[in-house]
Structure formats: structure tokens, C-alpha cells
């Protein structure tokens, strides 16, 4: 059994309540923060998304901190097309605010471990809870995959393009996220590293 990650903040609050359904896909998406430290990014996120009538079940920043909601079936609207079976993670950061080539984005996005490694520990829970496997998903079948996929997939005209996997041409290491999960869930990797990390927008 995969122990459940530590949670620094409750967001189930900030969203509707929704029925629940079985989860077979995790959805990753991006969403511009200012990496300030603390629990403010998370929070404001969380009330952004509520505000607008979406929602979300997971939020983690750069330290690796994390907003978690009790309501692991609920059918947030986060990704359209693909709601009911999915969880959705949201990794905030500045990023996608960066006007940078992919192959820099994806730089960036290596050198920022404690939040990857979080995301992956997070995947192994609920892909042990939900029973899924842990494997790159284009959207259709159970794994993981990214908000940019899904709007492919689903055909979603005016989607959103976040996380767009570096092996399609975008910048987010994904299949690096699910090689890192695949560690967690085995038990071969305990816990995030801390020797790369510091705070600031850019590597
Ligand atoms: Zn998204």
C-alpha cells in the first residue's frame, strides 16, 4: 500500500459538490503562479478555480507543498471531454508565463524535483488506491496523461494545450513523472530529494 502523501492545506471546500465516480486516468495540468513561497499560490488557485465553476483534485507548487481534496471521486470540471474517470493535478508555476523554447521549458521543469517528485508520489497513491496502472496515456486508456492530450483526444476545439508532453513536441517531462511514480509505488524511492532545490522563477 502506498502511503498517502502529506497534505499542507484542505481545498475540498473551495469546489461544488459532485458525484462520484471510479478514477482510471490522471490528467496533468499547468497554471501560472508566482512560485511565492508559503501556501498562498495553492490557496489562491483553488478560490480562482472555484470561482469560475471548476475544480481540481490536487494542487502542488514548487516546495513540493500540497492542495488536496477529500473528495478523491468527485467529477471536477477541469478536463473537458473527460471528467468522470479522471483526477486532476494541478502543477502551478511560472512557467507558462516563461516565452521560452520547449527544450528550455523542459529544463526548468527537471530542475524543479521537489515539485516533480511530489506530483509522482501523489500518482503512485491514487493509481494504488483507484487501481490504474502507472504508464503514459494519450487520454483514452488509464494512466497518465496531460490536459493537452485530452483536448486532442476529445477533439475540444479552443482546449487547453497544458503540459504538453516533451515526446509530442511540447516541454512537460512526463514520461519523467511516470518513471518517478512507477519508483514511489515500488517502494524503491521513499521520499523527494532536497540537495537541487531553491526557490526563484527559473532553474
Ligand atoms: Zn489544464
Redesign the pocket.
Known sequence: MVRRPFINMDITGYFDDTPGANKSII?I???VSHDHSGLSDIKSIASYLGSKGLGIHLIVDQEGKSGYSFDEGAIYA??RGNNTDTIGIELISFIPALRLTPWKRFRIWLSRERQLHKAARWCAYYSDRHGFPLRYSGGKVPGITS?YDISIVNNVSGG?W??KPKHKGGHFPIKRLVKLAKLYKSGKLAYAPIRSFKMGKST
Open positions: 490528467v495540468h499547468e497554471t477541469h478536463a490536459h487547453h497544458d503540459a
